[in-house]
């Protein structure tokens, strides 16, 4: 693909880390104990291998002094072991572990992949901004290719695609605007991202990854060890039209599960957001 930077032949722009140690994680270690005794909760039974999987953090230095205090507290027990190293213990929440998971599912039903920091989050937005996406004018021409279009429109697209910028395309009904629009996703869908399971604000949780809007593709840096906490995806293209509020652009909090789920724009951070009949929208005006 004739794209800077282009995931099959250059280092991507932003390669997170294996965190270390518990503070190279962000978070603290009553975040992560909650987190591990609900997974234990739900689970009934699980190695430290697979606690850790679960969580997606690494056991040296990390899950392991998470269970470490979990059996300090008496939260869970060893019950056997599946081989000789540590990691292949067998954990079993306690009673007194059981109540306090129930505690913790009072506060928040989340039980997925640790999430990162806001920070490391905006950093990882601010490092794969399109802005650094250089589109040629010979992936133009074979993007649009199906399509009809005037030069003096192709010369004012190309500009508008390499600004990094939102687009705001106008014209009569059936003048091909969302085709323009498919096409230029469709485009920058050969690039290739990270993104989080997750994101953890003052101990609340929103998740960013879903199944829906995001696509994972395999693939990871030679010689790195990445944290496992993000995924690597395409850029996103999401579409949404006349169904699109106000409140949908805000976080969703979810009563039931008591956690935050990402917005349309959140989502869509490092790829497109495409608004479809710009003006149906289900919301009000303003001036």
């Known amino acids: ?20 140690s518990l503070r190279e994680t962000g978070l603290g270690l009553g975040f992560l104990t909650d987190l591990a005794i609900k997974i234990l909760y739900f689970e009934g039974s699980l190695s430290g291998y697979e606690i ?3 969580m997606k953090l ?38 007194k572990g059981r109540i306090v998971a129930r505690e913790a599912l009072d506060r928040s039903q989340y039980a997925g992949p640790a999430p990162v920091t806001l920070d490391a989050y905006a950093h990882s937005v601010r490092s794969q901004s399109l802005g650094q996406y250089v589109v040629h004018q010979r992936t133009m021409r074979q993007a649009l290719s199906h399509l009809v279009i005037s030069e003096e429109t192709f010369s004012q697209l190309g ?19 969302t085709a323009i629009a498919e096409a230029i996703g469709r485009m ?25 809007n995001h696509v994972p593709v ?24 006349g169904e699109l509020t106000m409140e949908t652009l805000d976080l969703v909090y979810d009563e039931t599960s008591k956690y935050y789920e990402a917005p349309f724009q959140m989502k869509a951070n490092g790829g497109m957001l495409l608004i479809d009949d710009f003006g149906r929208q289900q919301a009000r005006h303003l001036g």
């Open 1 to 20: 693909m004739e794209t800077r930077p282009s995931s099959g032949t250059t280092e991507p722009s932003f390669i997170p880390p294996m965190p270390t």
């Open 218 to 241: 395999d693939g990871t840096s030679a010689g790195r060890s990445l944290d496992p906490r993000w995924v690597r995806i395409q850029r996103p293209v999401i579409v949404t039209g």
């Open 52 to 54: 850790a999987d679960r």
């Open 58 to 95: 690494p056991y040296p230095n990390v899950v392991d002094q998470v269970l470490d205090f979990l059996k300090r507290e008496k939260l869970c027990e060893v019950k056997g072991a599946a081989g000789f190293a540590e990691a292949a213990y067998q954990y079993v929440i306690s009673e």
């Open 159 to 177: 500009p508008a695609v390499n600004s990094g910028r939102s687009i705001f395309l106008f014209g009569h009904p059936g003048n091909g605007k």
């Open 188 to 212: 920058i869908l050969g690039d290739k991202i990270y993104i989080p399971y997750a994101i953890e604000i003052g101990g609340h949780v929103i998740r960013v990854f879903d199944n829906i």
